[in-house]
C-alpha cells in the first residue's frame, strides 16, 4: 500500500511528508521540485488525473491551491481514484463548504459533495484559516485589514491539519468522516493583532473595514473586483462567528492538542514572512 500525496511542495504536503517519515510516493509537476522533499515522487499533475499513480488499495492525500480548473480537475482525479481501486481518499476542504459558497467555500462544496457521492472510502478536513498566512497579512505600517468585525476565529497551524492526515492515512481507514479542524481557542483580531505586536516586536493594529471599503481595499491590492467583493463578504460572514467555535477534533485524532498562535509564532523561523 503507497500513500501517494498531491500537493506536496505546499505548506500541508510538506509537513504531512515530514509526519509520514518520508514514506509516501508525492506528485509534482515539475522533476526538480522533487529533490528536497525527502520522499520518492513522480511527475504529473492534477489536470491530467492519469498522471496520479494509483494501485489498487493505495490511498491518496488529495489537495492543491485553488484555480479555475479546480473543480473539474479534482473531480476527475477522484473519479479516477475509484476506478483505481483506491482504499481511501483524504482531502483538504475548508470548515462550511458548501456548493453555493463564496470563493474557496463554494469550489470546495462541490468538490467534497463528488468524493462524497463517488464510493471512494472518504476523509473531508474542513479547517478554518491558517495562522501561516497571518505574518504576511501585517503591511508595512504594521496593520491588518479585514472585514470581521469583533467575531473571533480559531485559526489552525496548518501542521496540524497535516498531522490529522497523516493519522488517517496510517490507521485503518475508518468510516467517512467530514472533520472540522481548529485551533485551540478562537481570539478576536484585536487579540491577533496583539500576538502578532508580540512576535515581531513592532506595533500592530487590526483595521475593520465593512464590506464595501474592504471590496475596494482588496482590489487596490489587485484583486478583481468581483473577488474582492466576495473576499471582503466572506470575511463579514466569517466574522458573523461561525469560525467562532473550536472543536476538539485534533486532539481527538492526534492525540495532542493542537499549537497555540503564540507556539506558531514562536516556532515560526521568520514571523515577518508569508510561510
Ligand atoms: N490558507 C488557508 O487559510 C486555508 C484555510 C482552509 C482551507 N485551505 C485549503 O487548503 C488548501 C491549500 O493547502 P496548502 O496551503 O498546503 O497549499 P499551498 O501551500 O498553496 O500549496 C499548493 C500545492 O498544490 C500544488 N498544485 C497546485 N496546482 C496543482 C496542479 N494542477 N496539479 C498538481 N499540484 C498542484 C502546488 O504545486 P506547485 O508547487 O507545483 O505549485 C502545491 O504543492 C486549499 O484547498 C485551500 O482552500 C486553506
Known amino acids: 500500500m503507497t500513500i501517494v500525496v498531491t500537493g506536496a511542495t505546499g505548506t500541508i504536503g510538506r509537513a504531512l511528508i515530514a509526519e509520514l517519515g518520508g514514506a509516501a510516493l508525492a506528485l509534482v509537476r515539475r522533476p526538480e521540485q522533487g529533490a528536497d522533499l525527502g520522499c520518492a515522487y513522480v511527475v504529473g499533475d492534477l489536470e491530467r488525473p492519469e498522471s496520479v499513480p494509483i494501485e489498487p488499495g493505495d490511498r491518496l492525500f488529495l489537495n492543491s491551491s485553488i484555480w479555475p480548473g479546480f473543480v473539474a480537475a479534482h473531480r476527475a482525479v477522484i473519479d479516477h481514484a475509484a476506478a483505481r481501486g483506491a482504499a481511501q481518499v483524504v482531502t483538504v476542504s475548508v470548515r462550511g463548504a458548501t456548493p453555493d459558497g463564496l470563493l474557496a467555500s463554494g469550489l470546495h462544496g462541490q468538490v467534497d459533495d463528488h468524493l462524497r457521492a463517488s464510493g471512494v472510502p472518504w476523509s ?152
Open 124 to 275: 473531508i478536513l474542513a479547517p478554518v484559516g491558517f495562522m501561516q498566512n497571518l505574518p504576511g497579512d501585517v503591511d508595512e505600517e504594521g496593520r491588518i485589514f479585514g472585514s470581521y468585525g469583533p467575531g473571533p476565529v480559531g485559526y489552525i497551524d496548518a501542521r496540524d491539519v497535516a498531522a490529522v492526515a497523516a493519522a488517517l492515512l496510517t490507521r485503518p481507514v475508518g468510516d467517512d468522516a467530514t472533520y472540522e479542524l481548529t485551533g485551540p481557542s478562537a481570539p478576536t483580531h484585536d487579540e491577533i493583532a496583539a500576538e502578532l505586536a508580540r512576535a515581531l516586536g513592532r506595533p500592530v493594529r487590526y483595521v475593520d473595514l465593512p464590506v464595501e471599503e474592504g471590496a475596494g481595499h482588496f482590489a487596490k491590492r489587485g484583486l478583481p473586483a468581483p473577488a474582492a467583493r466576495d473576499l471582503a463578504l466572506l470575511m463579514a460572514q466569517v466574522g458573523d462567528g461561525r469560525w467562532a467555535t473550536t472543536t476538539t477534533t485534533v486532539a481527538d485524532v492526534v492525540g495532542r492538542p493542537p499549537r497555540s498562535l503564540r507556539e506558531f509564532l514562536e516556532q515560526a523561523e521568520s514571523p515577518t514572512a508569508r510561510r
